[in-house]
């Protein structure tokens, strides 16, 4: 059966410009195959120790992870990566078929000057603030993060893209990962002397200042991670007895709303520009169970860390080098007492993407 010879030319003609320009467009629908698209050239990565690739290794701070027993389940041993395998920005480069993102700060010029695939700038510690962290040692701001990104397109994709238009075009369908912000709330935010609003605006305006400029550099789609329920992470409810702090996820909820409403009006804003915003924090409350007092369930351990294996209680975020972890990370929500499991890592994927529960576009 072929074509019926009375099919109208010009009907033939609309379909296919119709289809052209959906194409042109890749408008993000409900039934596309790959959320956001997909195709893209490059994943470039900025945040803090939920998605460092291993930045902090070569930085002057206590804030590290390049040590057993992290990395207990990724090829090739402990990174920097704070969690027994891949982050969330590793499976998000995996689901849209590009390499791992590697760290700027391990590698040389000369592997900067190739590649052209992504790269990850995030650093344990930091946030938002340009001083958060920085009691702890070196790490790399929201800022420095932006700054280093712009050294490399000065350097590096210049260098790689023969044309002007060809590097603008590299940009464009390039995909920008953030997430950031939550040691800011760790470091600076007090339940009871501190204003929820004004510090969320605060916090706010400064990120959107560094979404802006990665922007002005070319940057067009974005996959903003919101920040997650600190309230009920173990180094905090280590002092609750095991429920969420819950004015503490109240201070987080109310900045991830201002977040979401705030992209809607920035994507108005600026030309052929699409965010993702992606709700973490109800994906990390609905692995807890349905209850935020709740402290205990047989398929997994919501409250108590993989690592140090048998946990103290204590206000302490990462595992000590060489200590002992629990046999079976896959029974726990989180690695350490402020880091998650690979298995909470893969499973927010699998949300974000396959069911299409957590990842939304804003428009
Ligand atoms: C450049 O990268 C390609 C693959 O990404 C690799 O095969 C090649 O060896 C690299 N060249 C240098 C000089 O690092
Ligand atoms: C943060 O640091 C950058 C320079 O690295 C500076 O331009 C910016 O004004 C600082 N932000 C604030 C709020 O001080
Ligand atoms: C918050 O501020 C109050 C009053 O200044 C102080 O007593 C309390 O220790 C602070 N809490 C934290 C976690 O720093
Ligand atoms: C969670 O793990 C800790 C440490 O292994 C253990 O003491 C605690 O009983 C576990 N909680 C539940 C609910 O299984």
Redesign the pocket.
């Known amino acids: 059966m072929g074509l019926p010879s009375s099919l109208n030319p010009c009907l033939l003609l609309t379909f296919l410009c119709l289809l052209n320009v959906s194409t042109i467009n890749s408008k993000p629908s409900k039934g596309e195959s790959v959320l956001f698209g997909g195709n893209f050239q490059a994943l470039y990565v900025i945040g803090d120790s939920l998605v460092d690739s291993g930045n902090n290794n070569n930085l002057a701070t206590s804030v590290k992870s390049n040590f057993a027993p992290y990395g207990s389940d990724f090829e090739g041993g402990p990174t920097g990566r704070f969690s027994n395998g891949k982050t969330i920005a590793d499976y998000i480069a995996i689901y849209y078929g590009l390499p791992l993102a590697p760290a700027y700060k391990g590698l040389s010029e000369e592997q900067k000057n190739n590649i052209s695939t992504g790269i990850n700038y995030a650093s344990a510690s930091c946030g938002i603030f340009n001083d958060t962290g920085k009691l702890l040692g070196e790490c790399l701001s929201l800022s420095v993060q932006v700054d280093l990104f712009k050294e490399t397109i000065d350097n590096n994709l210049n260098k790689m893209f023969k044309t002007k238009s060809e590097l603008t075009n590299h940009l464009a369908r390039s995909l920008f990962m953030t997430a950031i912000g939550i040691n800011d709330y760790a470091f600076y935010y007090n339940t009871t002397t501190t204003d929820p609003n004004e510090f969320a605006d605060k916090l706010l305006n400064d990120f959107l200042i560094q979404i802006q400029r990665l922007h002005g550099l070319g940057a067009r789609k974005f996959f903003i991670n919101n920040l997650k329920p600190l309230g009920c992470y173990p180094n905090i409810i280590a002092k609750t007895g095991g429920s969420c702090y819950e004015s503490l996820n109240l201070a987080v909820a109310n900045y991830n709303a201002k977040l979401r409403k705030s992209l809607t009006h920035l994507k108005e804003k600026l030309s052929d520009t699409s965010f993702l915003y992606s709700d973490y924090f109800n994906f990390m409350l609905g692995l807890r169970g349905p209850s935020t007092n709740q402290?205990?369930?047989n398929l997994m351990?919501s409250?108590?860390p993989c690592c140090p294996?048998?946990?103290d209680g204590g206000r302490r975020t990462s595992c000590t080098p060489g200590s002992s972890s629990?046999k079976v990370p896959d029974t726990h929500i989180f690695f350490d007492p402020f880091h998650p499991t690979q298995l909470a890592n893969f499973m927010y994927s699998i949300g974000c993407f396959q069911q299409r529960k957590f990842a939304k576009l804003c428009e």
């Open positions: 402290v205990s369930s351990n409250t108590s294996s048998v946990y629990c």
